[in-house]
């Protein structure tokens, strides 16, 4: 059997203000897993991007990390038939920033046995100066009132019967292209395991820019996806675009992702057409 499973980022809300939520799905058609994909056992993970508007339609997607092309078109053709109840603020409805990954896996002793460490959740939170959550997952961060950012990640890894290491570091790119390190750790990883939690937070520095910022996992030195966050000086009034030069890919055809050390921005991505019969 084969099964195409979607995990969406954003559903945390919070009590930290008064009328202010997370968007809530409401309708989410599954992606249809590739034939050729299934007969050949492949199975890995796909990373969007992009907003849910004041409707509770998700917007401006952007691929953001895939392990394998033939993924692609049915994660964007699912994502973009979701629904949502907005996320509000001060009981209004709002746009919110989207991390979304969808799981392409099979059933069976080979479940989860994708061929290289994918990021399977990202949710990113404004936080206080703690670290604590002061906002829902895909808030906008207010540069200036919030100490902090929280992320907390879920790397999935194939199984193995033997524990390993695996090398990891966590970039974010600004809309300018500045690089900041957000982590390198080594990580510990026991035997049978698929999932990898990595919590952290971030300081948020007076010159960061404002606009979205992409986030980046990079594992062994080979890209594991990633996803991202916005920052503003004043979200209430800041409209958030996607901007800069035409993005480039994300991966190549053979579904490999760039090279470590150059961050490709996101790239744009179309609804598949559909087909006939």
Same mark, same amino acid.
């Given at each position: 059997?084969? /099964? ?8 945390? !809300? ?13 309708? +989410? ?11 050949? +056992? ?38 973009? !038939? ?8 001060? *009981? ?17 002793? /080979? ?11 990202? !949710? ?7 670290? /604590? !959550? ?12 919030? *100490? ?45 395991? /698929? ?29 594991? *996806? *990633?996803? +991202? ?18 993005? +480039? ?29």
């Amino acid at each position: 059997m084969r /099964k195409a499973t979607a995990l969406v980022f954003f559903l945390c !809300a919070s009590a930290a203000a008064a009328q202010t939520t997370g968007a809530k799905l409401v309708r +989410q058609p599954k992606p249809v897993y590739p034939e050729g994909a299934s007969q050949g +056992q492949r199975q890995g993970n796909v990373n969007l991007i992009g907003r849910i508007d004041e409707k509770g339609k998700v917007t401006d997607i952007r691929l953001a990390g895939a392990t394998l092309e033939a993924f692609i078109d049915p994660a964007v053709a699912a994502v973009n !038939a979701w629904e949502f109840k907005p996320a509000t603020r001060a *009981g209004k409805p709002i746009d919110i920033a989207a991390n979304i990954a969808l799981r392409f896996r099979l059933e069976g002793d /080979k479940r989860g046995d994708i061929p290289s460490p994918m990021v399977g959740d990202l !949710a990113i939170f404004p936080a206080d100066a703690a670290g /604590k !959550a002061t906002g829902p997952d895909g808030y906008p961060i207010h540069r200036g009132v919030d *100490g902090r950012l929280r992320a907390e990640a879920v790397l999935d890894v194939a199984p193995d019967t033997k524990p390993r290491s695996l090398n990891l570091s966590v970039t974010a790119l600004s809309p300018t292209g500045k690089k900041v390190l957000f982590l390198e750790d080594v990580l510990q990883v026991k035997p049978g395991t /698929k999932e990898v939690k990595i919590p952290f937070t971030e300081v948020i520095r007076p010159d960061w820019e404002d606009g979205v910022w992409l986030v980046r996992f990079v594992v062994n030195n080979a890209d594991a *996806g *990633g996803g +991202q966050f916005w920052l503003a000086g004043d979200p209430e009034h800041y409209h958030f675009v996607v901007s800069g030069k035409p993005p +480039q890919s994300a991966g190549s055809k053979s579904g490999r992702a760039p090279q470590p050390g150059k961050p490709a921005p996101p790239k744009a991505v179309r609804s598949p057409k559909p087909t006939k019969g």
